[in-house]
């Protein structure tokens, strides 16, 4: 069977079953139900799987479309989606996605009456995009968000690009899509410069992998169609649009697609949005685009979803981001071992460890991680120690830095993150490296620890019945959770 949403929640509830939770009453998401549920979850650090059977479409009236939030929002949950073994570490994780990369597949096209995300289509003027119980989600945005992942098609090269970008609601057959200055941006520009309409199409649901696989941070000239069948393991099944027929091709196994044009030279407000940094990310005019909507397909039983941005651990995004930067600084330094870009609190900081085999190995990886423009502090430590361990780190920052020789403060000449709300210049942004690699050109103390031989010989069972053991509390008051 294709992998799907639904195929995804079929091995949730038999590997991690008490993961997925029906929510059953009646919820109001554009008026903050959902996000308020989940923010309550958040604090007590919970992060079920959610199906609300019951949702509001933005009419107000029951929708016969389902909200699914949190599928991917758990390392856990990324396991089972790519098929990982449940004790695989993250730095393994991330290498495998880089695996999973390498290893394209070519997707498959079918015909439109075998594509279950047209079963129901509506088109031209019938299509309502507010039957969709899309979300309002935080304090002052400026309206209902969808947040999930869109294709554009390169006009000469008919290459396709999967992205993520905040698009506001702004009647029953329009958006705002708001786009950063990256590859949707370049194919859109490109249409406008010929005063031509930008073809498009946003992706709301469909398996883990393939949204994993529209994180993509590699060349332009890659298709993440071929990207997201690497991370499905399986050829991604498309079919002809509604709108543009083989033209241009959608995922045929996705819950819901809309299709619609960008419109050149015209702008639109957008904004405010509670962004992914845990901001609210400001209201904008220049890069925000008219999306006008010209259809809606999707499958009997459909399930929309979306994201609350800046809540919980996103291994969905941060892996595959995780691999870009690996990727680039192992070409810089090949003795970079793991790269870490993890959740909220590390939004625009980077981690890095490495077997440093000269001096100059550390500015060298950190320079490649500032090529990225979610890059604006690096820290690079030895391959001792743990990048995703935050006891770790501030050890080694607190015993391996003296702030004067191994701190270095970059000018203003990067190309910053918009959504980073530090920012006084609008595009560009400083940055920092930290070096706190132990040095090879002089004596540095050993880090102390119990002998091998000891650690190996002493078991714990030995010494503590298993009983006492298991009811001694975990104390995690060191670590950031």
Request: hydrophobic share 35%; with cysteine.
């Amino acid at each position: 069977m294709p992998k799907s949403l639904g195929s995804f929640l079929e091995d949730c509830r038999r590997e991690i079953p008490n993961e997925v939770v029906h929510v059953t009453k009646q919820v109001d998401p554009a008026h903050y139900d959902v996000s308020a549920l989940i923010k309550h979850l958040d604090a007590e650090r919970k992060f079920p799987i959610l199906v609300f059977d019951n949702p509001l479409d933005l009419h107000g009236k029951p929708s016969d479309i389902k909200l699914t939030m949190n599928c991917e929002i758990s390392q856990g949950k990324t396991q089972v989606a790519l098929g990982m073994d449940r004790n695989m570490s993250r730095e393994a994780m991330t290498d495998r996605c880089l695996e999973l990369e390498e290893h394209r597949i070519a997707p498959v096209v079918i015909e439109r009456d075998q594509a279950p995300v047209m079963e129901n289509v509506q088109s031209g003027k019938d299509v309502d995009i507010y039957q969709i119980p899309i979300m309002r989600h935080h304090y002052m945005d400026g309206g209902p968000y969808i947040v999930m992942s869109t294709i554009t098609k390169e006009r000469t090269s008919g290459i396709y690009n999967c992205s993520y970008h905040r698009m506001e609601i702004k009647s029953p057959q329009s958006t705002a899509l708001y786009a950063s200055p990256r590859h949707l941006w370049k194919i859109f520009r490109d249409y406008e410069d010929n005063n031509m309409e930008c073809p498009v199409a946003t992706v709301l649901g469909h398996h883990p992998a393939y949204h994993m696989g529209a994180c993509y941070s590699g060349p332009f000239e890659v298709s993440e169609f071929e990207i997201i069948g690497g991370y499905m393991q399986e050829p991604l099944r498309l079919t002809p649009s509604s709108t543009w027929g083989d033209n241009f091709l959608i995922p045929a196994d996705a819950e819901l697609v809309i299709e619609g044009l960008l419109q050149p030279n015209k702008r639109v407000v957008e904004g405010p949005f509670g962004e992914a940094p845990g901001y609210l990310g400001p209201q904008r005019y220049t890069t925000c685009v008219d999306y006008k909507v010209t259809a809606m397909n999707w499958r009997k039983g459909a399930m929309f979803q979306s994201i609350i941005t800046p809540e919980g651990d996103k291994p969905w995004m941060d892996l595959p981001r995780e691999g870009a930067y690996l990727r680039r600084c192992r070409e810089a330094v090949p003795g970079v071992t793991a790269v870490c870009k993890m959740g909220r609190h590390a939004h625009y900081n980077v981690f890095i460890s490495m077997k440093k085999m000269s001096e100059g190995d550390p500015g060298r990886a950190a320079a490649a991680a500032l090529t990225f423009d979610h890059t604006k502090n690096v820290f690079v430590f030895d391959e001792d120690i743990n990048v995703y361990d935050s006891t770790d780190i501030l050890w080694a920052l607190a015993t391996r830095v003296q702030p004067h020789r191994q701190v270095s403060i970059l000018k203003p000449l990067f190309r910053g993150n918009f959504l980073d709300p530090s920012l006084v210049d609008e595009i560009k942004t400083s940055g920092m490296i930290v070096d706190a690699t132990r040095p090879l050109d002089r004596p540095f103390s050993p880090v102390s620890k119990v002998p091998d031989e000891a650690m190996q010989r002493i078991k714990i069972e030995d010494f503590i019945p298993g009983e006492i053991l298991s009811h001694i509390p975990i104390d995690r008051t060191t670590y950031w959770s």
